[in-house]
């Protein structure tokens, strides 16, 4: 064999041999670091989408809260079942049907009395219906309740939230909103960030679907999950069980790669899967190509260079060859020229310089170049495809990350840090907590100690919402809600802030705050009366209107102000509601005690709140012709 063939198959072999242990090295890291980053995203998605449910089911829970918050609403409602009143009712429904028009979201309201029965609904088709043994009455009665997904024809909707209503410590009963659930079913169809085989999902407790497939139909409440994913997620409800992400097959039989998170409030397992064909078989049969691509590259750039070095080397070989076959023949001048010995000893010498020769050759040529060449192309290649990142799903809301044991911020999102002013990520997780907010909260606590209670209570019970004032990076503050979450991430705790910045609702709730407080104290201090109503409903009276009329302020407050008309004057007066008169005119007034009495009432509209109504001040005439005599 020529020692030029030897040389290049030597190249090869040792070429071939080296990548391919180089190139399956590479194969096993970048495939650990695929699967890696694709269940990472996976959890971070489930986990985001969890979140998102949660904030969801607090908003329901605010839809009750905001009936039953009404006060005069309770109070009608406590007087009609007193007295059987028909007034009161129509009161009641009259704040029913305002608050359903205002909100979009209500599909209908109704109310319990304390037995259970709807009295009153503004879905007429829902009145005397007894739903005494259903859990949004069971669970109504003892605090706010959002009720499981159900079929549209059980009661009209596919989720209602009920609370208790309570006026003067006494129970009146369940006040029930109807949603269609479009809040929740909109949060899980959206399939961001899983490709084209994804999907996420709820399921109930007994397993079915309670959110749209992506790929079948009609599956609400239809739909039956049996499967590893299921079984595990229900297998830990109500504890802390770290996430589980494995391959097993779908409710389709397909094979997916799949977690899952268990939402307590609810007894929900929201399941998130994508196709293990396009999680990893793609990436897989790319690296496999990349990695042959590696081998035949580095193959041919070595056999190319061994060419070239075996080339080099054989050449002055074959020039000595043919120099010692000549001194052989008897053609000895021209070495013995340069050398000056004899033939054999010229040969030995020949051969001697032909051996230091090939070592110089291959020491200032040869391998030591050529392995410096395939290290790099190999780092080359796993910088380039080492350079996976954790996809980061964007969020209009500022969420922030926490870790533990310092509780500092380690990540957040875009919007972080527009709210806090920071230019880059690296300037905001710079700053802990607590050069984030001012030195003390307005409850006059240290910003650092309250930081520190509100993190060990979303530690103890999971998750954690309350208001703050916080501080931007230029020392401006503003105030916030937050609603910290704690999540498990491969086995770690962390805490995820969301935080919305509420100044400028909280600064418009205490302006108006404070021009109520500012009418309430001139309205005291004037003799006149002064009454404020809506279409004649009473909204609000200062004291000496009361004291006119021998009411007190509380007993006037919701009834009909045309009840303080004398009979044969309140057609007068209605015309003059009605047609927005602005002019004082006299007229008799009723009192309590059924005395009449000529008053003088000069009313204007104006707008409280958002809303028109007339302010009327009102004078006893008699009062002023006793003091003329």
Same mark, same amino acid.
């Given at each position: 064999?020529?020692?030029?063939?030897?040389?290049?198959?030597?190249?090869?072999?040792?070429?071939?041999?080296? +990548?391919?242990?180089?190139?399956?090295?590479?194969?096993?890291?970048?495939?650990?670091?695929?699967?890696?980053?694709?269940?990472?995203?996976?959890?971070?998605?489930?986990?985001?989408?969890?979140?998102?449910?949660?904030?969801?089911?607090?908003?329901? *829970?605010?839809?009750?809260?905001?009936?039953?918050?009404?006060?005069?609403?309770?109070?009608?409602?406590?007087?009609?079942?007193?007295?059987?009143? *028909?007034?009161? @009712?129509?009161?009641?429904?009259?704040?029913?049907?305002?608050?359903?028009?205002?909100?979009?979201?209500?599909?209908?309201?109704?109310?319990?009395?304390? =037995?259970?029965?709807?009295?009153?609904?503004? *879905?007429?088709?829902?009145?005397?219906?007894?739903? +005494?043994?259903?859990? %949004?009455?069971?669970?109504?009665?003892?605090?706010?309740?959002?009720?499981? !997904?159900?079929?549209?024809?059980?009661?009209?909707?596919?989720?209602?939230?009920?609370?208790?209503?309570?006026?003067?410590?006494?129970?009146?009963?369940?006040?029930?909103?109807?949603?269609?659930?479009?809040?929740?079913?909109?949060?899980?169809?959206?399939?961001?960030?899983?490709?084209?085989?994804?999907?996420?999902?709820?399921?109930?407790?007994?397993?079915?679907?309670?959110?749209?497939?992506?790929?079948?139909?009609?599956?609400?409440?239809?739909?039956?999950?049996?499967?590893?994913?299921?079984?595990?997620?229900?297998?830990?409800?109500?504890? *802390?069980? =770290?996430?589980?992400?494995?391959?097993?097959?779908?409710?389709?039989?397909?094979?997916?790669?799949?977690?899952?998170?268990?939402?307590?409030?609810?007894?929900?397992?929201?399941?998130?899967?994508?196709?293990?064909?396009?999680?990893?078989?793609?990436?897989? =049969?790319?690296?496999?190509?990349?990695?042959?691509?590696?081998?035949?590259?580095?193959?041919?750039?070595?056999?190319?260079?061994?060419?070239?070095?075996?080339? !080099? /080397?054989?050449?002055?070989?074959?020039?000595?060859?043919?120099?010692?076959?000549?001194?052989?023949?008897?053609?000895?001048?021209?070495?013995?020229?340069?050398?000056?010995?004899?033939?054999?000893?010229?040969?030995?010498?020949?051969?001697?310089?032909?051996? $230091?020769?090939?070592?110089? $050759?291959?020491?200032?040529?040869?391998?030591?170049?050529?392995?410096?060449?395939?290290? @790099?192309? %190999?780092? $080359?290649?796993?910088?380039?495809?080492?350079?996976?990142?954790?996809?980061?799903?964007?969020?209009?809301?500022? %969420?922030? /990350?926490?870790?533990?044991?310092?509780?500092?911020?380690?990540?957040?999102?875009?919007?972080?840090?527009?709210?806090?002013?920071?230019?880059?990520?690296?300037?905001?997780?710079?700053?802990?907590?607590?050069?984030?907010?001012?030195?003390?909260?307005?409850?006059?606590?240290?910003?650092?100690?309250?930081?520190?209670?509100?993190?060990? %209570?979303?530690?103890?019970?999971?998750?954690?919402?309350?208001?703050?004032?916080?501080?931007?990076?230029?020392?401006?503050?503003?105030?916030?809600?937050?609603?910290?979450?704690?999540?498990?991430?491969?086995?770690?705790?962390?805490?995820?802030?969301?935080?919305?910045?509420?100044?400028?609702?909280?600064?418009?709730?205490?302006?108006?705050?404070?021009?109520?407080?500012? !009418?309430?104290?001139?309205?005291?201090?004037?003799?006149?009366?002064?009454?404020?109503?809506?279409?004649?409903?009473?909204?609000?009276?200062?004291?000496? !209107?009361?004291?006119?009329?021998?009411?007190?302020?509380?007993?006037?407050?919701?009834?009909?102000?045309?009840?303080?008309?004398?009979?044969?004057? @309140?057609?007068?007066?209605?015309?003059?509601?009605? +047609?927005?008169?602005?002019? $004082?005119?006299?007229?008799?007034?009723?009192?309590?005690?059924?005395?009449?009495?000529?008053?003088?009432?000069?009313?204007?509209?104006?707008?409280? =709140?958002?809303? /028109?109504?007339?302010?009327?001040?009102?004078?006893?005439?008699?009062?002023?012709?006793?003091?003329?005599?």
């Amino acid at each position: 064999m020529r020692l030029s063939t030897m040389i290049i198959l030597v190249f090869v072999f040792a070429t071939v041999f080296g +990548s391919v242990g180089g190139t399956y090295y590479f194969y096993l890291q970048s495939t650990e670091i695929l699967e890696n980053a694709v269940i990472s995203h996976l959890e971070t998605t489930a986990n985001s989408k969890a979140h998102n449910i949660e904030t969801a089911l607090k908003m329901y *829970e605010q839809r009750a809260r905001l009936v039953t918050s009404k006060t005069w609403m309770r109070k009608h409602l406590k007087s009609y079942l007193e007295t059987s009143d *028909e007034e009161y @009712k129509i009161n009641v429904e009259q704040i029913l049907t305002d608050t359903q028009k205002e909100n979009s979201n209500f599909l209908h309201i109704s109310i319990t009395n304390p =037995e259970g029965k709807i009295i009153i609904s503004t *879905e007429e088709s829902l009145v005397d219906r007894d739903i +005494s043994g259903k859990d %949004i009455f069971i669970n109504g009665k003892e605090n706010y309740f959002v009720s499981d !997904f159900f079929e549209e024809d059980v009661f009209g909707v596919r989720i209602v939230i009920s609370g208790p209503l309570i006026q003067d410590g006494e129970f009146l009963g369940v006040v029930a909103v109807g949603s269609d659930g479009k809040t929740v079913e909109k949060i899980m169809t959206s399939y961001g960030g899983l490709g084209e085989t994804g999907e996420i999902y709820l399921i109930n407790k007994d397993g079915y679907m309670v959110t749209p497939s992506r790929f079948e139909e009609d599956t609400f409440l239809k739909q039956k999950i049996d499967t590893e994913n299921t079984k595990h997620c229900f297998q830990y409800s109500g504890t *802390e069980a =770290e996430e589980d992400t494995h391959l097993f097959n779908n409710y389709k039989g397909i094979s997916v790669l799949g977690t899952h998170i268990y939402i307590p409030k609810m007894d929900w397992c929201l399941l998130a899967e994508i196709n293990e064909t396009e999680a990893f078989g793609d990436a897989r =049969e790319e690296l496999i190509r990349t990695s042959l691509g590696i081998i035949i590259v580095i193959t041919a750039i070595m056999s190319l260079i061994g060419f070239f070095v075996a080339k !080099f /080397i054989s050449k002055p070989i074959k020039k000595l060859t043919k120099t010692v076959d000549l001194i052989t023949k008897g053609k000895l001048d021209v070495q013995l020229k340069k050398s000056r010995i004899d033939e054999i000893q010229s040969l030995t010498d020949s051969l001697d310089r032909i051996l $230091a020769s090939l070592k110089l $050759a291959i020491l200032r040529t040869g391998l030591s170049k050529g392995e410096v060449g395939l290290g @790099k192309v %190999i780092t $080359a290649k796993e910088e380039a495809e080492n350079k996976f990142q954790t996809l980061y799903e964007s969020s209009r809301d500022a %969420i922030m /990350i926490l870790e533990p044991p310092t509780w500092n911020f380690t990540a957040g999102n875009p919007a972080t840090l527009k709210m806090f002013g920071a230019k880059t990520e690296k300037e905001f997780i710079s700053k802990n907590p607590s050069e984030l907010s001012p030195p003390t909260q307005p409850n006059g606590k240290p910003s650092a100690e309250g930081a520190k209670k509100e993190i060990g %209570i979303a530690i103890e019970k999971g998750s954690n919402f309350f208001e703050w004032t916080h501080r931007k990076i230029d020392g401006t503050d503003f105030k916030a809600t937050v609603l910290l979450t704690k999540m498990k991430i491969r086995g770690k705790d962390f805490l995820q802030a969301t935080v919305r910045n509420i100044t400028e609702e909280k600064d418009a709730t205490e302006k108006l705050e404070a021009s109520r407080k500012r !009418f309430k104290l001139l309205s005291e201090v004037v003799f006149e009366g002064i009454l404020i109503h809506d279409k004649g409903k009473i909204i609000d009276v200062n004291n000496q !209107f009361a004291k006119i009329f021998g009411y007190s302020s509380k007993e006037l407050i919701g009834t009909n102000a045309i009840n303080l008309i004398a009979p044969e004057q @309140k057609g007068n007066v209605r015309e003059k509601i009605s +047609s927005q008169y602005e002019k $004082a005119y006299k007229t008799i007034g009723l009192r309590k005690d059924g005395s009449k009495f000529k008053i003088e009432i000069n009313a204007k509209k104006t707008k409280i =709140e958002g809303k /028109i109504v007339r302010v009327a001040v009102c004078r006893d005439l008699s009062v002023k012709k006793k003091n003329d005599r």
